[in-house]
Each structure stands twice: as C-alpha cells, then as structure tokens.
C-alpha cells in the first residue's frame, strides 16, 4: 500500500510539474540565459520529486516556482564565481595578455553578449532592431519593408534597446545605474 501511495504522490507531482512547467520557465527565464532554462527546470522536477517522496507537499505550485528560482540563483552564483576565478587567474603576477589584448578581448566579450542578447529578442522586435542600428535604416523605410507602422518600429526598437539591457545586466557586461542598484538592495 505504501508503494501505491508513494506512486500515487510522485503522479500528482508529474502533473502538477506539467501543469506549472510555462509558470516555471518564465521565472526561470527572467534570471537565467535562454540556455540554461531546460536544465534548471528539470533539475526542479527532479528536486521536488525527491523532496516529495520524504514529505507530503501542501502546495506543488509555491514549493515548484521557489525551487526553480533558488536553482536559477544558484546557476547564477556560480556562472559569477566562475567569472570571478578566471578575473583572479588574469591578474596573476605572470602577465599573458597585454593591456591592449585585455581590453580588446573584453571588448569582443560584451560584444558576443550583446549579440547573445539581440538574438533572445521577438522575431519582429529583434528585425526591427538590427535593421536600424546594424544597417542604419530610418524607421520609415524599417515601416516600408517590414509592412508595419513607424509606430510599432519605434515600439519594438525601444523594446529591443530595453530587452538587450535587461539581458546585458544579467550577463554582466553592463552594471545598473545607481538607482537601480539602491533599488536592488532596499529588496533584499
């Protein structure tokens, strides 16, 4: 009878998982690379089927979203820590790269994470974007070949200037404005 219980909770966890799986990924999506969505909601499903085989869980939806957003945290922290030790290997005393190299591969890094960024944009937003600041075209003539109003250009390249901020951030190749950061900090 016990194995039928236990059957029973791990086919209520399943669904519940399936049924809360578009909630989770959007949480997860906001603090994690698109990359890592998949795995962070599937090392969730696997958490909370563990932890619901040693306790009955009240809530699967509350207990599934802080579990998702704790492993985005965590995948966070050390995607930093990682950062942080390659940043602790470059300024040993045996200089590899010079100051030119350094700041030209710095460079080449916030640029691939820009492009990182541009390319998690909407489809449309993310045409409209490259549109005007890669080949430099007037909203007019972005209106003209995408058939939408100069309207919805200027919305999606004021979208896309925001996403790719946003994305920048958490990447880190950007820091937040002061305001920003107080923000950040009166929360925590």
């Known amino acids: 009878m016990g194995t039928s219980k236990g059957f029973l909770a791990q086919a209520g966890i399943l669904l519940s998982f399936v049924k809360f799986k578009p909630s989770l990924k959007r949480l997860v999506a906001r603090i994690v690379e698109p990359q890592d969505i998949d ?8 958490r909370v089927s563990a932890a619901s085989e ?3 869980i009240l809530n ?18 050390t995607a930093y820590h990682r950062r942080v030790q390659l940043e602790d290997f ?53 209106a003209s070949y995408l058939e939408i ?11 896309g200037f925001l996403l790719c901020r946003e994305s920048m951030l958490r990447m880190g190749h950007i820091e937040a404005g002061f305001r920003k950061k107080r923000a950040r900090n009166g929360k925590a």
């Open 90 to 142: 470059s300024s040993s005393d045996i200089e590899l790269l010079t100051e030119d190299l350094a700041s030209q591969w710095e460079s080449n890094e916030r640029f691939l994470g820009f492009c990182r960024a541009v390319r998690t944009l909407p489809l449309q937003c993310r045409r409209a974007f490259i549109l005007s600041k890669v080949y430099g075209l007037s909203q007019q003539e972005i």
């Open 60 to 77: 699967p939806r509350s207990f599934m979203l802080k579990t998702a957003q704790n492993l985005a945290y965590n995948s966070l922290s």
């Open 54 to 56: 040693k306790t009955e």
């Open 149 to 159: 109003s100069e309207s919805t250009v200027e919305k999606h390249i004021a979208k």
């Open 39 to 46: 795995d962070i909601l599937q090392e969730t499903y696997i």
